[in-house]
Nanobody, 121 residues
Framework: QLQLVESGGGSVQAEGSLRLSCAAS?????MGWFRQAPGKEREGVAC???????SYADSVKGRFTISKDNAKNTLYLHMDSLKPEDTAMYSC??????????????????WGQGTQVTVSS
């Protein structure tokens, strides 16, 4: 059973930066970051596939960067120019079979426990 462990969340002021990490216990193919704010549905933030192609939600394009270190089985999300509306619980997700990623939570059978990101104005 693949396990995912996120780290790097915290509190930051608007326009600040944070980097999230997600360590996987084994090999993965597609990985993604998702977030859920209180009272809202989970939404896809960014994903990366087996060829290192990435996709981003429109709301984070130009501000967030997803990357993956295959040697370390670790996924990252570098977040710049953070806004209060980015406040949410951020979770990473993965699959070991599919090759191309999409920002649909249903694609991912493995999930981490989440890390909180809070952006104050």
């Amino acid at each position: 059973q693949l396990q995912l462990v996120e780290s790097g969340g915290g509190s930051v002021q608007a326009e600040g930066s944070l980097r999230l990490s997600c360590a996987a216990s084994g090999h993965t193919r597609i990985m993604g970051w998702f977030r859920q704010a209180p009272g809202k549905e989970r939404e896809g933030v960014a994903c990366i596939d087996g060829d290192m192609r990435s996709s981003y939600a429109d709301s984070v394009k130009g501000r967030f960067t997803i990357s993956k270190d295959n040697a370390k089985n670790t996924l990252y999300l570098h977040m710049d120019s953070l806004k209060p509306e980015d406040t949410a619980m951020y979770s990473c997700a993965a699959d070991v079979r599919q090759w191309m990623c999409e920002l649909r939570p249903s694609m991912y059978p493995y999930w981490g426990q989440g890390t909180q990101v809070t952006v104050s104005s």
